[in-house]
């Protein structure tokens, strides 16, 4: 398991790069990045979700989903009170960027490729859970924050969201023992073999456009990416080992809660005002440092 960790981290990381030398070529454009991230997140890895759901139906699969969903939910619990604690509000400061980084992670992007990597369709069968709650907190408590504006609207965006909908729909599938015929399984499988590429290279061609020479003059980039990076996933991972839980379920949230800071941030602050440069930066930085950390999170759970 940890070789297939170490070649996975080493396969990222040569699509990143190739990401960033067709940006920098001139091969991809900004507006090219930007459609294929779309593509990404709204056809491609909701239909990774919803192939994961094409299982055989165990009772033992459906008591891991359900921890899965009570292990994540205790995640971002402690992931907000140490955010909320570690990046208090003050004068001048991004604080609504650096929080909303800090909190969510680019679980779809790059948590899909690692666990997959890992464990199959099974894990990512478990990771669904993960990504569920991601998306029904991005799109209430992460536009409240970053709108400024608390009500409850934007909890309709949930029910929007292409994950949550492969969600409902794999879980319906799965639930009523529905298997989808060969000849449409096929294809979707074969859009499905993209996410992984397809994520690296929108990653790197994202790096690419950062200014890292001045962002190594920009201390809480890196302090907001340890605490995305390094600090909630070791507390997570510590407070797992005392759980009775199954390791291949605490393992696949462990690896959700260790991915980069999340691209749709950098969406979110262009859509709502804020420095969307400033959390381009953050992102850029804690996907290149997590091409080490989400292996070596790995490891240290083994």
């Not at 400024?148 to 909890?155: A, F, K, N």
């Not at 993209?194 to 994520?199: D, F, G, I, S, V």
Request: charged content about 10%.
């Amino acid at each position: 398991m940890s070789l297939v960790v170490l070649q996975q981290a080493f396969v990222m990381l040569l699509l990143i790069l190739l990401g960033a030398g067709c940006f920098r070529l001139k091969l991809l454009s900004k507006e090219t990045v930007s459609e294929i991230s779309g593509l990404v997140l709204k056809i491609v890895n909701p239909i990774v979700i919803l192939l994961a759901y094409q299982r055989e139906f165990k009772p033992d699969l459906v008591a891991h989903l359900g921890t899965a969903f009570l292990l994540s939910a205790l995640s971002f619990a402690i992931a907000m009170v140490v955010v909320y604690l570690a990046i208090p509000a003050k004068e001048g400061r991004e604080t609504e960027i650096e929080r909303f980084s800090a909190l969510y992670s680019n679980c779809g992007f790059m948590g899909i490729p690692l666990v997959q990597a890992m464990f199959g369709y099974e894990g990512v069968f478990y990771l669904t859970a993960y990504i569920t709650c991601f998306n029904v907190l991005v799109w209430s408590h992460g536009v409240m924050q970053m709108s400024g504006q608390y009500d409850l609207r934007s909890l309709l965006k949930v029910l929007r969201s292409p994950a949550i909908i492969a969600v409902a729909a794999g879980m319906l599938l799965f639930f009523l023992r529905l298997e989808i015929p060969a000849l449409l399984y096929s294809p979707l499988e074969m859009v499905g073999n993209l996410n992984t590429p397809l994520a690296m290279l929108v990653a790197g061609a994202t790096i690419a456009q950062t200014n890292l020479p001045a962002v190594l003059k920009k201390p809480r980039v890196f302090y907001v990416s340890l605490l995305r990076l390094v600090i909630l996933p070791l507390l997570i991972l510590v407070l797992f080992r005392f759980l009775p839980a199954d390791p291949q379920v605490e393992q696949t949230i462990v690896a959700a809660a260790a991915a980069p800071c999340a691209a749709i941030c950098t969406m979110m602050s262009l859509t709502y005002g804020k420095n969307a440069a400033y959390a381009s930066e953050i992102f850029g930085v804690s996907t290149l440092l997590s091409v080490l950390t989400m292996p070596l999170m790995m490891l240290l759970y083994r």
